[in-house]
C-alpha cells in the first residue's frame, strides 16, 4: 500500500474532495474517472512513476496517456 505525498493540509483535503486521491492511493488504486481509471495498481515501470503515483493517484498507464 503507498502512502501519498505530504503537503500543507488544505492541498490534501482538495484533491480528495475534488479526486478522491487519498482514498485512491490507500486503496492501491487509480484516481476515479474522468481524471483517471479507478483500477487496480498492478506495478510502475520506474521509481519516478511510483513516486508521481504517490503524488497524483495515478496509474501507470494514466501517467503515461496524461503525460505521454
Known amino acids: 500500500m503507498a502512502k501519498p505525498s505530504a503537503k500543507s493540509k488544505p492541498i490534501p483535503d482538495l484533491l480528495e474532495s475534488l479526486f478522491g486521491r487519498t482514498k485512491a492511493i490507500t486503496s492501491n488504486k487509480c484516481v476515479p474517472p474522468p481524471t483517471g481509471c479507478g483500477k487496480d495498481i ?3 515501470k520506474d521509481g519516478l512513476s511510483r513516486q508521481e503515483y504517490t503524488i ?3 496509474c501507470q498507464q494514466c ?3 496524461i503525460f505521454g
Open 42 to 44: 498492478t506495478g510502475f
Open 56 to 58: 497524483s493517484g495515478l
Open 63 to 65: 501517467q503515461d496517456s
